[in-house]
């Protein structure tokens, strides 16, 4: 079974750079033709795709976050981080990872880590 | 940027009746649409991908229907667990870019 974990500090402060893991256990990040996404959802809100890195290291980036976001994969560890830089209050939200197959929708998604940016 | 309007906002029934949940794009998304549940706490689960296929696990009492700009969830005969918000989801692929739609609440009568 399929698991994802996100990992990561709980507070950021305003105007600082946001970072979070996703860690894949069973099944090998690289061995099949999925995309991994990152998606947040404000308190009480709804959904916001963040972006998704293809297997092979494409990287695709919702066009409003675009110049703030990187996500990056490390295979070596079957894990793939998302990067937001120049936070502010609006940013705070849960983050999730899941996995983005290119045929369908989002299959499995980790539990989820809300993120506060405060000073 | 396709627009996904989900209606209604809330939806208020009781167990054993029918849900049409609507969700219309701003313009086609031909049949790369998903719906997902998702309730307190949780991470939404996928229901129903490309419109009308359901995703492995879910009951046969879900299904999806629609193309082009116009799609429906319908839940045959609501059961005490299906009370959550539900959220539609566009995909396009070149370049991959995804949006949801804003929820809809469905709530016990």
């Known amino acids: 079974q399929l698991q994802l974990q996100e990992s990561g500090p709980g507070l950021v402060k305003p105007s600082e750079t946001l970072s979070l893991t996703c860690t894949v256990s069973g099944g090998s990040i690289s061995s099949s033709s999925y995309y991994w996404g990152w998606i947040r959802q404000p308190p009480g809100k709804g959904l916001e795709w963040i972006g998704s890195i293809y297997y092979s290291g494409s990287t695709y980036y919702n066009p409003s976050l675009k110049s703030r976001v990187t996500i990056s994969v490390d295979t070596s560890k079957n894990q793939f981080s998302l990067k937001l830089s120049s936070v502010t209050a609006a940013d705070t939200a849960v983050y999730y990872c899941?996995?983005?197959?290119?045929?369908?929708?989002?299959?499995?998604w980790g539990q989820g880590t809300l993120v506060t940016v405060s000073s | 940027e396709i627009v996904l309007t989900q209606s209604p906002a809330t939806l208020s029934l009781s167990p054993g009746e029918r849900a049409t949940l609507s969700c219309r794009a701003s313009q086609s998304v031909s049949s790369y649409l998903a719906w997902y549940q998702q309730k307190p706490g949780q991470a939404p689960r996928l229901l129903i991908y490309d419109a009308s296929n359901r995703a492995t696990g879910i009951p046969a009492r879900f299904s999806g229907s629609g193309s082009g700009t116009d799609f429906t969830l319908t839940i045959s005969s609501l059961e005490p667990e299906d009370f959550a918000v539900y959220y539609c989801?566009?995909?396009?692929?070149?370049?991959?870019?995804?949006?949801f739609g804003q929820g809809t609440r469905l709530e016990i009568k």
């Open positions: 989801q566009q995909r396009s692929n070149w370049p991959r870019v995804i949006t």
């Open positions: 899941a996995r983005d197959p290119p045929d369908s929708g989002f299959d499995y």
